[in-house]
């Protein structure tokens, strides 16, 4: 479960152009597993992961509602801070509310640091790679929240 936002015109276009290669792969890989074929198989599945990463690369965000989601790390929750009080009756958010919710988040960048630093670190990971993960998410969303805002794009909430 989780939050995803689109910037629909953009997240559409651009998953119609690389949907297509996406089917493609999926098919060769399917016929090579039937095949028995499975490192060939392996090969294909990474075109497939590839093209799937190309077709949410734009116009799309997406976050989880749990310990590892990217607002939870700001003491936020989608449902609490956003469902509703910065999106309309239809889900959608617009270029006011997105910049409300930049406003919030910078206001709570000192939480965030500080929750960075006092996470439980899981087995095999360390500080360094999650605080980087979590920096580069937020990036991401001030990204696609900037985008919106410059375009005057209503986003699409699906929370």
Not at 78 to 92: E, F, R, S, Y
Not at 144 to 158: K, W
């Amino acid at each position: 479960m989780g939050a995803d936002l689109m910037l629909r015109p953009l997240f559409t276009a651009n998953y119609v152009k690389h949907e297509p290669n996406f089917r493609h792969w999926v098919k060769v890989r399917d016929e090579l597993l039937l095949r028995g074929d499975t490192r060939g198989a392996d090969i294909a599945q990474r075109h497939v992961a590839s093209y799937l990463d190309e077709m949410y690369r734009q116009g799309y965000f997406r976050d989880y509602y749990n310990s590892v989601g990217l607002l939870y790390a700001f003491g936020m929750s989608w449902k609490d801070d956003v469902a509703g009080a910065l999106t309309n009756k239809q889900g959608k958010m617009r270029c006011r509310r997105a910049r409300q919710l930049l406003k919030l988040l910078a206001e709570r960048e000192p939480e965030f640091e500080l929750n960075l630093r006092s996470r439980t670190i899981s087995k095999g990971e360390s500080r360094a790679n999650v605080t980087r993960h979590y920096h580069r998410r937020y990036a991401q969303l001030k990204r696609f929240l900037g985008e919106a805002i410059d375009r005057r794009m209503a986003i699409t909430c699906s929370l």
